[in-house]
């Protein structure tokens, strides 16, 4: 059932990307910002008044008072938090990774079909403008290679790279790849914490294509980038410049305006050239995309983009890969 009534919104954990979610609800149109909780209470109170919304002493009060929650505390809270919340009634948002444990990602999964209420999953970058600008080009890729490097920073750590950094763009090719993972190899090391900080995998799945993924967090620079093959198709996406580049071969003589080779190539005994494309990258704020679709989906005029089963699937390659590289670390 659609309904234009605002849902009111509060956020539990409001620590470096919480007071960006408290900053959207504050003015989406669709949303009334209730109130936040965090464990920390001055750090609520000082978000709180930067927001002009109340800070909770405790979760049970913030949630009698709203409708949905946001969850953005340190991944080993998820499970706990969201399950207070959904037993409520309540529907959430939860920050990625969904869990730390598939047992504690069912478990969710499980209350909220019982409380008829919706998880939805924070992995922000299926939003990210660099990627929708391929959304009307036919993917079926055959291979990718994907990169995401970050420096050094505490925050995340309580989870290997995989669940932190690496479940990024396991959720974007599982939604490019539309098959399931038959095998995993992986590897990779610790060197600043006591869990894998750069990681490896190749991925092969059912319809034979595979993907090839390297995750850091102890890289001088951030690099995010994803290069995508398929027949007759090359596509190459920098996350963080939003750059999206598409090169085709085209037959030849097609009157295509965009062609970079003109020169004729051959291929497979055809006359082919390359047309080179930049498709339109738009300045969106992803993160604010996210939760006003978290809202439109509360008042039925939406679904989730990832919802709490895809939050899932990507857990599972990701505890896959992990268990897969400590095993080679033994
Ligand atoms: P942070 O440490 O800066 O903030 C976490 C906040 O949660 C802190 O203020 C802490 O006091 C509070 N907190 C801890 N336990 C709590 C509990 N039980 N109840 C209420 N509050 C509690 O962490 P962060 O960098 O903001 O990350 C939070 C989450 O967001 C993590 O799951 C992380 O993976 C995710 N994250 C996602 C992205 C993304 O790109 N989507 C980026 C960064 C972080």
Known sequence: MQTSKRVKAGVIGVGHLGQHHVKHFATLPTADLIGV????????????????????????????????????????????????????????????????????????????????????VGHIERLNPALLALKNYPLKPKFIEVQRLAPYTERGTDVPVVLDLMIHDIDIILSLVNSSVKSIRANGLSIMTKSVDIANARLRFENDSVANLTSSRIAQNKVRKLKLFQRDMYVTIDFLLGLTEVYRAIDADANDPLALVTAPLEQNGQHRKIAYEKPTVKKIDALRLELANFIDSIQGKATPIVDGAAGRDALEVAINIQENIIKNIQ
């Open 37 to 120: 909780y965090d464990i920390n209470h001055n750090q609520a109170q000082a978000i709180a008044q930067r927001f002009n919304t109340n800070a909770y002493n405790n979760i049970e009060e913030l949630l009698a008072a709203c409708s949905a929650v946001t969850i953005v505390t340190p991944t080993d809270q998820h499970a706990a938090v969201a399950e207070i919340c959904i037993s409520a009634g309540k529907h959430v948002f939860i920050e990625k990774p969904i869990t730390k444990t598939i047992a504690e990602a069912d478990l969710l999964l499980k209350l909220a079909k019982q409380n008829n209420t919706i998880i939805q």
